[in-house]
């Protein structure tokens, strides 16, 4: 498992790259061009500025999240080519500077969501919260301007305001979109950006849907396992991975996600790992990484990652906002540090466990 630490670029982030590199074990940056639109090319000046800037600090950057999914791939409308061929030249560029894994959503319209952005918690600390009641009352504009205006000025993964002007168009374009059509729209999408990713030797990683379940009735497509299974399957590629995200796919308390984690594992180039809280109306918070904290397997996802070899990327994903940090929601230095630590410590359990059990079996066998 090689730790990284999610980082949004020079004058967007309130962290520094010299407070990430003094995480103890974090080796990498998760990083992304948060102000190209989705559907051009990322160019290879902008990518060597921040590779560069990450280098200095002595800090990977193998891990992009993400390369946005222009919407138009998404409808499988005729304009979707165009973007297809700026996702290739994308790749390309990136491979120029080793990147090794592009993590993707393909959700319409919106990227992840929470009714509350800072809700208080018992400890006085605030965190990311989904309230199943109030999500009714919403529509979608008010959800907007809602997580734009608790954003604490500082722009929201996947909330690209440009693409959000005009959402009733939107809306109505996915009328008539099932989850049918939705797959079939992300398979025609891999199946062409595949090959090119191969010969990029990156890997392509999808994100769950956040939360994984439809809302304002728009179709889903990586809710679950069966979601999983389907689309793993679908293109038999190398680059066709997984994002494994627990925090996303245990907003759904049916979700096993240790089982997921073993069945997958071998197509999990990034881990998101993190808790949530379930409450018996649906809702959900977000808790510390500890396992007693919230909902989440945490210790059990990473014996099942360890055990599985997994020898790919993990970060710790949102955290609470604790010691009166002021952050981008989800996304302060503090929590997120004592999560890639309780991660790292449960990793080094198992390292333990293993090296003991090798050195009673060599004892015995002399
Ligand atoms: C939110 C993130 C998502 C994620 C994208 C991946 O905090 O987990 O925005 O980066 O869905 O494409």
């Known amino acids: ?140 504009e008010k959800v907007v301007n809602n997580m734009e205006e608790n954003s604490n000025d500082l722009t929201l993964p996947g909330w690209e305001p440009e693409r959000l002007k005009d959402l009733k168009n939107l809306f109505d374009q996915y009328k008539d979109v099932t989850e049918e059509h939705l797959l079939e729209n992300l398979i025609y999408f891999l199946e062409e950006v595949c090959p090119t990713a191969e010969q ?25 396992k069966n979601d999983i299974k389907r689309i793993l399957n679908a293109v038999d590629s190398p680059s066709n991975g997984l994002t494994f995200c627990s925090g996303s796919l245990g907003g759904n308390p049916n979700n096993d996600l240790v089982d997921i984690v073993r069945s997958y594992a071998s197509r999990i180039p990034f881990a998101h790992i993190r808790n949530v809280k379930h409450f018996e109306d649906g809702s959900f918070i977000e808790t510390s990484h500890r396992d007693e904290d919230g909902s989440v397997p ?27 940090e002021m952050c981008r929601p989800g996304y302060g230095l503090y929590d997120r540090a004592l999560g890639a630590m309780y991660l790292q410590g449960a990793w080094d359990t198992n390292v333990l466990l293993k090296n003991e059990s090798i050195k009673k079996r060599q004892i015995q066998n002399n």
């Not at 809302?215 to 497509?221: A, T």
């Not at 014996?303 to 997994?310: R, T």
Request: charged share 25%; net charge negative; proline share 5%.
């Open 1 to 140: 498992m090689q730790m990284t630490f999610r980082w949004f670029g020079e004058g967007n982030d309130s962290i520094t790259l010299k407070q990430i590199r003094q995480i103890p074990g974090v080796k990498g940056i998760v990083w992304a061009l948060h102000d190209v639109p989705a559907g051009e090319v990322w160019s290879a000046e902008r990518i060597e500025e921040v590779v560069n800037q990450a280098k200095a600090q002595g800090l990977n950057t193998d891990v992009v999240e993400s390369v946005n999914i222009h919407e138009d791939i998404k409808l499988g409308l005729n304009t979707r080519d165009q973007y297809i061929h700026a996702y290739k030249e994308t790749l390309r560029n990136l491979r120029k500077f080793g990147v090794k894994v592009v993590c993707y959503n393909f959700m319409p319209i919106f990227d992840w969501f929470r009714t509350d952005l800072f809700k208080e918690t018992e400890d006085g600390s605030t965190a990311l919260f989904f309230d199943a009641e109030k999500v009714i009352s919403l529509t979608p």
């Open 200 to 224: 990029c030797g990156i890997k392509l990683a999808i994100h769950p849907d956040d939360p994984p379940f439809s809302i304002f009735g728009l179709p889903r497509i990586v809710k679950n």
């Open 298 to 324: 945490m210790t059990g996802i990473v014996n099942a990652l360890y055990e599985s070899g997994f020898d790919g990327y993990a970060r710790p994903d949102h955290g609470r906002h604790i010691w009166d």
